[in-house]
């Protein structure tokens, strides 16, 4: 079992923020929470992870619940290079579930 | 980061033949894995594969059909046995960092005919 959920798909204007929730309610305590991005063709893509603390790079920031149940990633400016399915992972394993499918349009 | 790259970068293969994907990465990194993505579908895990140990496979996967090697820290091979038009799929090694990063390398797409 992939142990997350997130939305099929969701738009998001371009320079806008995109913010893709995920809920992963039944996360253990030493879980971490990581995003990843696939971009058609390609191998997919590291983001970002945490553990319980909000985290912020130079791609996106990634905001945890206090109670670690959900987690939502924030594009502050999404582009049209950021159209791509975002995959959200909370076990130790790393297995993929559906993840959501982003389209940034003009 | 890392950089990771498989080859061959894609093949066309008869059924019942086998084809071994190399992946190497450009640092010595302990934890590796093997997935398989289907055409429209999510990644699967087939074996995490560790310097030094058997690789792991997950439920589903059997070491007969998808025997991987690991010599080193850097390079692992996994090998597609007696394929199938099943067999036909993307297969992406990755590396875990020790700080707990994901890579992946750019995939090898097969086609079994």
């Known amino acids: 079992d992939a142990k997350t959920t997130q939305p099929t798909s969701m738009d998001c204007a371009e320079g806008r923020a995109a913010n893709l929730p995920c809920n992963h309610s039944?996360?253990?305590?030493?879980?971490?929470v990581y995003w990843y991005r696939q971009i058609h063709s390609q191998g997919p893509q590291y983001i970002i992870h945490?553990?319980?603390n909000n985290e912020t790079n130079e791609m996106a920031s990634l905001i945890i619940t206090e109670d670690r149940k959900s987690s939502t990633l924030i594009l502050p400016h999404a582009t049209l290079r950021d159209t791509a399915v975002y995959y959200c992972?909370?076990?130790?394993?790393?297995?993929f579930g559906t993840g959501t499918r982003l389209q940034v349009f003009p | 980061s890392a950089v990771i790259s498989q080859k061959p970068s894609r093949d066309i293969c008869q059924r019942g033949t086998s084809l071994t994907i190399q992946c190497q990465v450009d640092?010595?990194?302990?934890?590796m894995f093997w997935y398989r993505q289907q055409p429209g579908q999510s990644l699967t895990l087939i074996a995490t594969?560790?310097?030094?140990?058997?690789?792991?496979?997950e439920s589903g996967f059997v070491i007969d059909k998808f025997p991987i090697s690991r010599p080193n820290l850097t390079f692992s091979t996994l090998t597609v046995s007696n394929m199938s038009p099943e067999d036909s799929s993307i297969y992406l090694c990755?590396?875990?960092?020790?700080?707990?990063?994901?890579?992946f390398g750019p995939g090898t797409r097969l086609t079994v005919t």
């Open positions: 039944t996360i253990s305590g030493n879980e971490y």
């Open positions: 990755s590396i875990w960092t020790d700080t707990y990063e994901q890579y």
């Open positions: 992972i909370v076990t130790d394993k790393l297995i």
């Open positions: 945490g553990l319980k």
């Open positions: 640092s010595q990194v302990t934890m």
């Open positions: 594969a560790n310097q030094g140990s058997e690789a792991t496979y």
